[in-house]
Every structure is written in structure tokens, then in C-alpha cells.
């Protein structure tokens, strides 16, 4: 029976043949390979001047130290000069010293919703090398980060770090490899990366020449050579800043018949014929010349408080059509006004909007409260429907809370299968946090729980713990300022599983019997069996047997009577898995079946917890002594994980066949369980379980 590790990262996996005749390792063949990530954008065909830089920097790199870890190039200077173009240029000239592939990130300084974490970069980062395709990734930021660490300690890329705020985004972003390249782009520098030998150069504005020659490029040399005073006039007034003469071109190229002029301000009682703020006058002068239709489409993207935006939330931002979107963020990307970041599974293009954009657009047109208030409802209106169609095509048996009456409808997303709902959540989730601050500030909570009810599917398959506990301390919050008992419900016990991920098992239990109490209150016996289970969860997860058997025990009796076939599987695996760690296996291992044969008969199927119950069944065999009964249920238990792509209980699976034949006398095959089990957790970045297991081979070695 041959059953092989789910994982693109474990080297090895483990062969049973009979089961008592050994367990041996063998070499997994390779699997197919992901395409090298070339994630450099086009450098503009308008791209003018900076060849002393490129030269310099080229130089340098090409004698760059043999340090422990990658060389580091930090490009500064103000708004609009260049820093990303100049970053790209570099990128393209010296691709072909980093075979595994080009990356590129944004940090979003100055972004409404924040900068981004480090690890938001990396997981962006692993994936596009090729990690997580098949199963997820992990949450937690030292274990995304041990990981980046672990695949550039063996690759040759280069990567660049868009819109640094600071150091502390970057340090744990360097690759471990010398061969690798970091370059980063920011306004002011970054005095702690010195220590990593980082080379900062300043940029500069264009000279007067080159800004002549850029705006030529744009515009044409023909039009510039009729109205050469004009053009110097243009170049000088924006500071001769690549981008101010963009975006002033840009409109220029757009409206032919304007002179060069026109990209001009009005002329001021000064006279001033320089801006003091190069970049805000070429935004101001480009937002005067778009139609009302674009400056309300344009202000009311600024207003939202998302880091990207794509069609679909653009248009339910906007109250536009799809089709009316699409042209209208064809058009503003064209004259300048909107950044494609990239593209995004299933999401498509996102938008962006630099700082000096959106602080421009929000000042234009009606008063902000009422424009901020339509635009934040139909963007939320947008989350809340996906999240929901998300909701029901991956966790169907979960209870959401009722939708609540928003004014505005927006065009549905649809999606086909699982793979779509799960890779459109991973997309947004770097939104979710300020998306649950709008909704909390939107002034009516039934919005914001509404938003955490439907965003579970998230959590469920993602783990990330630390943004689980903010999302539904936040729900909760708003629940109990709504005061409606079954939100309050609802964002207690979603909480405390978060807590119990978080391994704070007394304020999850805490959590639990808030719920419980509200469920006993309004009559809810199914409520009350739920949270009584989950308590008995939480204390089975804390290693204490006996209270959990308890809790446990209630919820299954409980169930029982109300013939609720899931709940009495998930309350009766624990209980038997309690009841088998205490030594009682003739209790266990009946409840255990049962539990098992509960979740195989369920309507819509519940695969997880399907093998969930087989899973602790195996280990109930093995602490009855029942070997072979107890190495064919994990075998089994761990092929019907793969089906699910669950990586993690892959990984503790394998851990439980170790024990099971370290418990039957086989100390050199639960040798290779074990091995195999480290291997997975380890791909998993699992840094604690990691630490478990090296433990357990410790032992088996020992003795």
C-alpha cells in the first residue's frame, strides 16, 4: 500500500507494505515544476535618462559581497521621481544573474489600509514561487517567515520591495542567500539596513534636458518643437519630476488640440513659475480636466478604505455597472491617475491610487461624510455578498447570521468551485482588517457582524490566528453594542476557537459560557449542546482529559436527544479521543465508531471531520493495543486527508502512526513516521509542532 505526502516541499515519504513487516523511505518523484516567476513589469518605452545610475549600481552588484545573506539596494527620494521605474530598469538589466526568478511586492506606505506586514509579503512571495498551490500555507509570521527563509536559502532570485515605510518591514524580508538580490524603493532611507552592508542612492529629479526629452517622448517631438518655451515652461513648473510630466503629458496626448500650456495651473497672483509640490499641481491640473463623471468615479475609489481595489468592488464602490467600471478605470489608468498593482487569482487587475491621487480626488466634488458613506457601503455590500457565496460553497453546515438590509444592490460574484472561493478569499485577506474597522465605524454593527459571520470560511481553512482574534473581538464588540443575544452568540464562540487556536484555553472558555448562557436563556438546546462541545473542545485541547470529558458528555447527550447527527460526531470523536488518552478504551472506541459513521452518512458530506473521526479512532486502536486495526485506520485516515488537501492533519496523522508503533515495540519504523511527520510540519513551517517531533525522535533514539 503505497501513500504518499501531499506536500511540494517534504523530500521524502513513508511505504508500508505489511504493516509489521517495517516502514523504509523513499525519494517522492519530483513534481511538476512551477514556471519561474518573471514578475518585472515593462519598463516604460518612455523611460529617459539615468543610464550614470544604472551603470554605477550594475558595477556595484556585480562585485556584491559573499555575506550570509543578499545584498541590499535602497532607492529613495521624494514622490514621482522615478524610485519604481529606476527599480524596474535595474530588475530588467540584471535578470538574467537570477535564474529562479524575479519578484516584486508592495509594502503600501500610505495606504488607507496600512502598510503591509511582512507576512502578507512573504506569503504573496511563496506563492509566487510556487508554494501553496495545492494546500495552503501557513499563518503565523514566524512560520511564513521561516519558510521564505528556508526556499531563497536555495534559490537564486531577485526581489523588489515596493513603497518601504520602514526597516522593520523589510529586515525579515532579505533573502538567506548571498546569490539573491533585494532591491527596495522608498522616500526617506532606511538607516537600519546599513548593518546589512545596504547600498542607499538618493534619485534625483531630471535634469532640464532630460525633462525635455521625456515630455517629447510623451507628447511628441513635433509638438514640442512648435512651442519649445512652452515645453521648458511645463518641464520647469513640475520640477522637472518624471511623473508631474506624466501626468501633465498624459492629458496632453489625450486632448491633441490643447497647447503645451494647458498643462499648466492657472497663473497665480505670485507668478511663480516652479510648484513647490510638483506632483500635487500635476494632479490637481489632471483632475480639472476629467469629466464630473470621472472625478465622482475617481473620488469615490479614493474614499474606500482598501488596499486595491479590482472591477467588481470598483463598480459596487462606485454604484456603476461592471461594463461602466471597466472603461472608466481603462481611461484614468491611461492618463496616470490609477496604478495596476498586478493581477490577482480570480480578483483579475487591481488598482491602486498613490497618496498624493487620493488625498487630491477626496477633495473634489460633493462633501466627503456623504460620498464616504455611499462608497464604503457599496464596498462592503460587495464583501459581504461574495463572502457569503464563499460561506456556502465551503462551509455549508456553518450558521451564518442573517444578511442585514443594505441600500444598495451590487452584481453578485459567482463562483464556480471550491478552488475559485478559496483563492478569492486569500486574495482579500489582506483587506479584512480594515474592512471590519469600517464596518465597526459604519455605525451600524448588524453590518460589521454580518461581515465576520460570513468571512469564517477564511479562518477555517487559513488559520491566520492573530487576525482571527482582531476580526472577532471586533464582531464581538459590535454585537454587544447591537445587543442582539444571537450575534453575541455567534462572535463569542467563533472568538473563543480562535483562542483555543491561540492556546489561551481559560478566556475561550470564558467565551464558550457566555454563549452558553444566552443560548439557555432563549430555550436553544441546539445552541447550548454547541458551546458546551466547545468548551469540551477547548479543555481537550488543553490536555485536560477529565473535564473534557465532562463538557463532552453533555454536548454528546444533548445532541443525542436532538437527533443532530454532526454535532453528536464532533462532541463524540473528542470525547472517545479524551476518554482513550485516559485509558478507558472500551468507552472509546464505540463512541469513536459512531462518530465515525455519523460524519460518512452526512448530507452535504463533511469530509474533514469524516477523517477527523477515523484519525482518532486509529489512535483509540492503538492505545487498546490493537495494532494493526489502528496503523490501517491512520493509513487510511491520512489518504482521505490528501483528498482534502488538510497538509496539517497529513502531518499529525503520520505523527500518530510514530506512536502507534512506537507503542507496538517497533521503535525503527516509528522512527520513519516520525521522520516523515518533521518532514511535513516542516514544509508547513510549524515551528511548534517542528519542535514536538524533533522531541519524539530524540526519545526513540535514546532508548
Not at 464596518?439 to 477555517?460: E, K, M, T
Amino acid at each position: 500500500m503505497r501513500n504518499t505526502v501531499d506536500s511540494s516541499s517534504v523530500a521524502t515519504a513513508v511505504q508500508a507494505g505489511h504493516i509489521t513487516g517495517g516502514v523504509h523511505l523513499h525519494q517522492v518523484p519530483p513534481a511538476l515544476s512551477t514556471p519561474m516567476p518573471r514578475q518585472l513589469a515593462s519598463v516604460p518605452a518612455v523611460f529617459t535618462d539615468r543610464e550614470e545610475v544604472l551603470l554605477s549600481l550594475g558595477a556595484v552588484l556585480g562585485r556584491a559581497s559573499a555575506g550570509e545573506t543578499a545584498p541590499v539596494v535602497v532607492i529613495t527620494g521624494p514622490d514621482g521621481v522615478g524610485k519604481r521605474a529606476l527599480a524596474t530598469k535595474l530588475g530588467h538589466q540584471i535578470a538574467d544573474r537570477y535564474p529562479d526568478g524575479q519578484l516584486v511586492a508592495r509594502l503600501r506606505a500610505g495606504s488607507p489600509g496600512g502598510p503591509a506586514t511582512a507576512a502578507e509579503v512573504a506569503r504573496s512571495l511563496l506563492r509566487s514561487l510556487g508554494l501553496g498551490d495545492h494546500a495552503p500555507l501557513p499563518w503565523a509570521e514566524q512560520d511564513l517567515l521561516g519558510l521564505w527563509r528556508s526556499e531563497t536559502a536555495r534559490r537564486r532570485v531577485l526581489v523588489v520591495l515596493e513603497d518601504a515605510s520602514d526597516a522593520g518591514q523589510v529586515l525579515p524580508l532579505i533573502p538567506a542567500a548571498p546569490g539573491c538580490l533585494l532591491v527596495v524603493t522608498c522616500r526617506d532611507p532606511l538607516p537600519a539596513l546599513l548593518a546589512h552592508g545596504a547600498l542607499h542612492h538618493r534619485l534625483e529629479p531630471l535634469t532640464a534636458e532630460h525633462g525635455l526629452r521625456l515630455l517629447s517622448r510623451i507628447v511628441g517631438e513635433e509638438r514640442t518643437g512648435r512651442d519649445p518655451d512652452g515645453a521648458a515652461a511645463l518641464v520647469e513648473f513640475h520640477g522637472r519630476m518624471p511623473l508631474a510630466i506624466a501626468l501633465a503629458a498624459a492629458d496632453l496626448v489625450l486632448q491633441p488640440a490643447l497647447p503645451l500650456r494647458a498643462g499648466l495651473p492657472a497663473p497665480s497672483s505670485s507668478g511663480a513659475t516652479r510648484s513647490d509640490n510638483p506632483v500635487r499641481d500635476a494632479v490637481d491640473t489632471a483632475l480639472a480636466h476629467l469629466s464630473p463623471h470621472e472625478a465622482g468615479f475617481l473620488r469615490r475609489l479614493a474614499l474606500v478604505p482598501a488596499t486595491d481595489l479590482d472591477l467588481a468592488s470598483s463598480a459596487a464602490a462606485t454604484g456603476t455597472t461592471r461594463a461602466q467600471a471597466r472603461v472608466l478605470l481603462t481611461e484614468l489608468a491611461a492618463r496616470g491617475l490609477l496604478d495596476t498593482a498586478h493581477r490577482a487569482a480570480v480578483r483579475g487587475d487591481l488598482y491602486t491610487l498613490r497618496p498624493a491621487v487620493r488625498s487630491a480626488a477626496i477633495g473634489v466634488g460633493a462633501p466627503a461624510r456623504l460620498a464616504a458613506e455611499e462608497a464604503c457601503i457599496g464596498y462592503l455590500t460587495h464583501l459581504l455578498q461574495a463572502a457569503r457565496a464563499c460561506a456556502q460553497l465551503l462551509t455549508p453546515h456553518h450558521h451564518v447570521l442573517p444578511r442585514p438590509l443594505l441600500r444598495r444592490p451590487v452584481e453578485p460574484v459567482r463562483f464556480t468551485s471550491r478552488h475559485e472561493a478559496l483563492a478569492w478569499l486569500e486574495a482579500i485577506a489582506p483587506a479584512v482588517g480594515p474592512a471590519m474597522i469600517t464596518a465597526v465605524d459604519s455605525g451600524d454593527p448588524a453590518v460589521a457582524c454580518a461581515l465576520a459571520s460570513d468571512l469564517w470560511p477564511l479562518f477555517h481553512y487559513y488559520r491566520d490566528v492573530s487576525m482571527w482574534i482582531i476580526v472577532y473581538e471586533a464582531g464581538l464588540r459590535a454585537a454587544l453594542r447591537w445587543g442582539d443575544p444571537m450575534a453575541i452568540r455567534e462572535m463569542s464562540s467563533t472568538l473563543a476557537l480562535g483562542l483555543v487556536a491561540a492556546e489561551r484555553y481559560s478566556e475561550a472558555t470564558t467565551h464558550y459560557s457566555r454563549a452558553a448562557a444566552l443560548a439557555r436563556v432563549a430555550g436553544d438546546r441546539a445552541g447550548v449542546a454547541q458551546y458546551t462541545s466547545g468548551i469540551g473542545a477547548a479543555f481537550h485541547d488543553a490536555g485536560l482529559n477529565d473535564e473534557a470529558q465532562t463538557f463532552l458528555g453533555d454536548a454528546l447527550g444533548l445532541y443525542a436527544d436532538l437527533d443532530n447527527r454532526r454535532g453528536a460526531g464532533l462532541a463524540g470523536m473528542l470525547l472517545g479521543s479524551a476518554a482513550a488518552r485516559q485509558g478507558n478504551t472500551d468507552f472509546a472506541l464505540p463512541i469513536l465508531r459512531t462518530a465515525r459513521a455519523d460524519f460518512t452518512r452526512l448530507q452535504p458530506p463533511d469530509p474533514l471531520n469524516a477523517a477527523r473521526a477515523l484519525a482518532y479512532l486509529g489512535e483509540g486502536y492503538s492505545l487498546a493495543g490493537q495494532h494493526d486495526l489502528a496503523v490501517a485506520a491512520l493509513v487510511q485516515a491520512r489518504h482521505e486527508f490528501a483528498d482534502v488537501g488538510h497538509r496539517h492533519w497529513i502531518a499529525r496523522t503520520t505523527e500518530f502512526l510514530g506512536q502507534a508503533t512506537e507503542r507496538a515495540g517497533q521503535p525503527n519504523v516509528a522512527l520513519g513516521w516520525y521522520t516523515a511527520s518533521l518532514n511535513q510540519y516542516a514544509g508547513l513551517a510549524s515551528t511548534r509542532d517542528e519542535r514536538r517531533l524533533n522531541s519524539r525522535i530524540a526519545a526513540v533514539l535514546a532508548s
